[in-house]
């Protein structure tokens, strides 16, 4: 049952502190998004991995966010320090390459994260 | 730029036909998704268009026009577990996602 995991599935933390998202893509998935999603803005792409490497992570306040692939089975997104307005649920999502194909992103279940 | 627009609520009866629009912008285009996200739960895919045309899986069928940047998602027999988010997706340089259309189905 291939799918993405995502840790934790909920955080509650304080203002300030840091956060670490996990997330294990699809084995033989090599390109991982993450996504922010908030009722407000709806669903924002943060950063978008190919073969480990960082494409794109324009979407991404790059002052306290920070994502990294270590290697090929793990993804994180990291929050120093953490604000309230960061609230939201992320999602982790892997897929293949396009180019022609369909290349649908498998999402996570997310990590709802509260920043009291 | 890029841009994806969709309205932000529907109702629709349970039996009857909907159809959920598009519009989009994206630079490098390259393909437009539908997902559907239940409250609570993470996006899974629907359709994938890249040609103009329709697409038909089951219920749920997916148009594309690429000189209009205009697509629907066209749902049938609507059931109340088709209650959901409908999310239009442009894929470009990058894949951007709409903000979700709300689909209410009553009985």
């Known amino acids: 049952d291939a799918r993405v995991t995502q840790t934790p599935r909920h955080k509650v933390t304080e203002m300030g502190q840091e956060v670490t998202m996990r997330c294990q893509p699809i084995l033989g998935h090599n390109t991982v998004f993450w996504y922010r999603q908030t009722m407000m803005q709806g669903l924002e792409l943060l950063a978008y991995?190919?073969?480990?490497?960082?494409?794109?992570d324009s979407g991404m306040p790059k002052d306290r966010f920070s994502a990294e692939m270590p290697d090929a089975t793990l993804a994180t997104l990291k929050i120093q320090p953490s604000e309230p307005r960061d609230s939201a649920v992320y999602f982790c999502?892997?897929?293949?390459?396009?180019?022609?194909?369909?290349?649908?992103?498998?999402f996570g279940q997310g990590t709802r994260l509260t920043v009291v | 730029g890029q841009n994806i627009d969709q309205p932000t609520e529907m109702t629709a009866t349970e039996g009857a036909i909907v159809q959920i629009n598009c519009t989009y912008q994206t630079s490098g285009f390259n393909g437009l998704f539908w997902y559907q996200q239940h409250a609570g739960e993470a996006p899974t895919f629907l359709s994938y268009?890249?040609?103009?045309g329709l697409e038909e899986k089951g219920r749920f069928s997916s148009f594309l026009s690429r000189s209009k940047g205009y697509s629907y998602l066209l749902l049938k027999e609507l059931q109340m577990k088709d209650s959901a988010s409908y999310l239009c997706?442009?894929?470009?340089?990058?894949?951007?996602f709409g903000a979700g259309t709300r689909l209410f189905v009553k009985a």
């Open positions: 991995f190919r073969n480990r490497a960082p494409l794109d």
């Open positions: 268009n890249v040609l103009d």
């Open positions: 997706a442009g894929r470009g340089f990058k894949t951007i």
């Open positions: 999502a892997s897929g293949l390459p396009e180019i022609g194909a369909n290349t649908e992103a498998f």
